[in-house]
């Protein structure tokens, strides 16, 4: 069965960085786009950075220029490199793919930011 399973999360002070991890399993990995979500306290889930299968990237405008995704075929993982962190970037980070229109999500990782 398909299975993501995200890692990397914690607590970073403001100007640190993480990086998140998501292993995934149970279907073919490089053939697929992958995501990161992710969900404040309160808020709706939001789009953070996805990756096709060229590797094009694409980010939400709150995170250009600070966070990078990538993927590792031969790892079938996907990652997302977070620097220069905020207050704001605090939530539980979400890795995504949709397989022949059906929506797979990771358990979640928590990053906290705080001094």
């Known amino acids: 069965q398909v299975q993501l399973v995200e890692s990397g999360g914690g607590l970073v002070q403001p100007g640190g960085s993480l990086r998140l991890s998501c292993a995934a399993s149970g279907f073919a990995f490089s053939r697929y786009a992958m995501s990161w979500y992710r969900q404040a306290p309160g808020k709706k889930r939001e789009l953070v950075a996805a990756?096709?299968?060229?590797?094009?990237?694409n980010y939400a405008d709150f995170v250009k220029g600070r966070f990078t995704i990538s993927r590792d075929n031969a790892k079938n993982t996907v990652y997302l490199q977070m620097n220069s962190l905020k207050p704001e970037d605090e939530a539980v980070y979400y890795c995504?793919?949709?397989?022949?229109?059906?929506?797979?999500w990771g358990q979640g990782t928590q990053v906290t930011v705080s001094s």
């Open positions: 995504y793919t949709n397989l022949f229109t059906r929506s797979y």
């Open positions: 990756v096709t299968t060229g590797d094009n990237t």
